[in-house]
């Protein structure tokens, strides 16, 4: 099952960390409707991106795998936070609740193993 949820997140926040790292116009875009520089938004892309490494680490070091998962988990509830602020209407926030989640059920799977 952790296996799993790695690959599925692994497949959400590498693509989206390096975007962001890239400063891509449709990061630039959504960096901007939530009022965020894009040097801010860089260092998201690359705690997303050191996220992903943690969580592969992890498979074999349970306790930094679930660091991992839990600052992602933090950094997804802060994004639902950023558009609520932002008034985006609440389903603009779900995928960010959806992935904290996710996130959290790693750091549970691994602590449970570990």
Known sequence: MRTVLVVVLA???LPLGLAKLLALPFMREA???LG???GLYRVVGA???AGVIGLFIGLVAGPL???AAIGLALLMAAAAGAHLRHGDPPVRALPAVVLAVA???YAGATI???
């Open 65 to 67: 795998g679930a660091a």
């Open 112 to 114: 449970s193993v570990g």
């Open 36 to 38: 965020m520089s894009v």
């Open 47 to 49: 705690l997303e991106v």
């Open 31 to 33: 960096a901007a409707h």
């Open 11 to 13: 497949l959400v926040f």
């Open 103 to 105: 996130a959290l059920a």
